[in-house]
Antibody, heavy 120, light 107 residues
């Protein structure tokens, strides 16, 4: 069965960086793009970007351009999302979600989420 | 970028009620729309894709309709397990975008 298992909660100081991992299993890792979506406390879902695990190409939301980097390790079937220059507004639960099919598609499986808290 | 607007933001309803949530896109997205359900502390769960296709395992009381810029999610007879927040998402083009969510509360 498809599983996406994310790394544990993080507490970071303003200005620092955080790197969240998402380990995939139960399917061919390189055949499905992966989204990253975040949710601030009490707020809605915010799309951050997408990565192609096969070639490593990415597409980021303009809001995060220059601060976010999505990478992958095909040997461990893991994707990573690194966010730099953290500020308090980046406190949120970060989710990875598998793209169901072709490049433009919906999210069919989600990770459990990783809480990132930014606080001095 | 395409913006998604849901209405209402909050909806109070009783078990057995028929519930409709609307999602509007700022430009045409054909039928490239998904609906998700989210419960507190949990990841979103896919309900509907391609505007009207029911995800496997999702109860048939959920249905989706629409195309272009206006879409609806309907729950034909609200059940206790359905009290949650619902989001639409466009995937016609990147950046993808979600609606702001509709919380379905117990009346």
């Amino acid at each position: 069965q498809v599983q996406l298992v994310q790394s544990g909660a993080e507490v970071k100081k303003p200005g620092a960086s955080v790197k969240v991992s998402c380990k995939a299993s139960g399917y061919t890792f390189t055949s499905y793009y992966m989204h990253w979506v975040r949710q601030a406390p009490g707020q809605g879902l915010e799309w951050m970007g997408i990565i192609n695990p096969s070639g490593g190409s990415t597409s980021y939301a303009q809001k995060f351009q220059g601060r976010v980097t999505m990478t992958r390790d095909t040997s461990t079937s893991t994707v990573y999302m690194e966010l730099s220059s953290l500020r308090s507004e980046d406190t949120a639960v970060y989710y990875c979600a598998r793209n169901s099919g072709s490049y433009l598609s919906w999210c069919d499986y989600w990770g459990q989420g990783t809480l990132v808290t930014v606080s001095s | 970028d395409i913006q998604m607007t849901q209405s209402p933001s909050t909806l109070s309803a009783s078990v057995g009620d028929r519930v409709t949530i609307t999602c509007r896109a700022s430009q045409s997205i054909s039928s490239w729309l998904a609906w998700y359900q989210q419960k507190p502390g949990k990841a979103p769960k896919l309900l509907i894709y391609k505007a009207s296709s029911l995800e496997s395992g999702v109860p048939s009381r959920f249905s989706g309709s629409g195309s272009g810029t206006e879409f609806t999610l309907t729950i034909s007879s609200l059940q206790p397990d359905d009290f949650a927040t619902y989001y639409c998402q466009q995937y016609n083009s990147y950046p993808s975008a979600f609606g702001q969510g509709t919380k379905v509360e117990i009346k």
